[in-house]
């Protein structure tokens, strides 16, 4: 590897769409594509590394923090550029926990992280952690993109099978080539949080609670909810001594029927359109 085959690559523990409402937060244009069962491949378009704007191990580590906190599944951050290669594993609010090897495969990290990384990810504890324990020790014919190979080989047993072409050390523009002809691809733009918050919330009204959330039964819901929460309160507060379970109650119905009247008004007419895009040089 070297200077011109820097690459990033997001592994999932997630099918593409859960995964891909939350890849909006990167600020990045990625590719999704399936990395084997209950597994999904991030593809990003690697800017901040090619502008110069910070290196690829920190962006990839914090892309890999973001797609984990607050979310049930694991983030494994793949990463290597003309000297160095790495992993790091995200998950939940937890340290992330990194391992690092120079291009030519020596060894640059802490051994317990192996352990850490095994126990977090649920792989073997004896025969995962000897395979993994295996690439923490000198090997003169494993380069830095051998040992991510390896890495991989043991997360393949979790189910990880990455599709031809998406593989380590491969620059970011190929990378992202190969996953976006895969026929079952997706792409998410990276317009950040409004566009997250939307996502989400277009998948829960396509749910089963949507009639819930917005439209007449929503509404007729709300509407109910203020009309009781308002008499309630105002009765609570009249008593001698004043009732104030019954007070919170009331409030508590009166707050959500005029959040949910708000919602279901302000998804019915939506944000301002957004401004156009300017080109490349514009």
Same mark, same amino acid.
């Given at each position: ?5 820097t690459g990033a690559l997001l592994l999932c523990r997630a099918d593409i769409g859960a995964v891909a409402a939350p890849a909006h937060l990167l600020g990045e244009d990625v590719v999704?594509? =399936?990395? &084997? ?17 910070? =290196? ?5 580590? &914090? *892309? ?5 906190? &607050? ?27 990194? !391992?690092? *090897? ?47 190979? #390896? ?10 099978r990455l599709p031809p072409g998406v593989q380590p050390g491969e620059p970011s523009a190929r990378l992202r080539a190969a996953a976006r002809a895969r026929p079952d691809a997706r792409t998410a733009e990276g317009r950040g949080l409004r566009d997250a918050v939307r996502a989400e919330l ?8 949507? =009639?819930?959330?917005?439209? =007449? ?27 104030? #379970? *019954? @007070? ?9 029927? @005029?959040?949910?009247?708000? !919602? ?17 040089? #514009?």
């Amino acid at each position: 590897m070297d200077a011109t085959t820097t690459g990033a690559l997001l592994l999932c523990r997630a099918d593409i769409g859960a995964v891909a409402a939350p890849a909006h937060l990167l600020g990045e244009d990625v590719v999704l594509t =399936p990395a &084997g069962p209950g597994w999904s491949a991030v593809v990003p378009e690697g800017r901040p590394w090619r502008h110069g704007a910070a =290196p690829v191990e920190r962006v990839a580590t &914090g *892309w890999a923090t973001a797609l984990a906190v &607050g979310a049930p599944w694991p983030v494994v951050a793949l990463w290597w550029d003309g000297d160095r290669a790495g992993c790091t594993l995200a998950a939940g609010f937890r340290r992330p926990v990194d !391992y690092t *090897w120079l291009a030519d495969g020596t060894p640059a990290g802490e051994d317990e992280a192996v352990l850490t990384f095994a126990e977090r990810l649920g792989l073997d504890p004896v025969l995962d952690v000897q395979d993994l324990q295996a690439l923490t020790r000198d090997d003169p014919d494993a380069d830095a993109r051998a040992r991510l190979v #390896g890495l991989l080989a043991v997360l393949g047993r979790l189910g990880v099978r990455l599709p031809p072409g998406v593989q380590p050390g491969e620059p970011s523009a190929r990378l992202r080539a190969a996953a976006r002809a895969r026929p079952d691809a997706r792409t998410a733009e990276g317009r950040g949080l409004r566009d997250a918050v939307r996502a989400e919330l277009d998948a829960a009204e396509h749910g089963r609670l949507g =009639p819930w959330l917005r439209g =007449p039964r929503a509404r007729a819901l709300a509407a109910a909810q203020l009309a009781a929460g308002l008499p309630l309160t105002a009765w609570a507060l009249t008593r001698r001594p004043p009732g104030v #379970g *019954w @007070a919170c109650a009331g409030a508590l119905l009166a707050l959500q029927g @005029a959040l949910g009247l708000a !919602y279901d008004r302000m998804r019915a007419t939506g944000p301002p359109a957004a401004p156009p895009r300017r080109p490349p040089g #514009g």
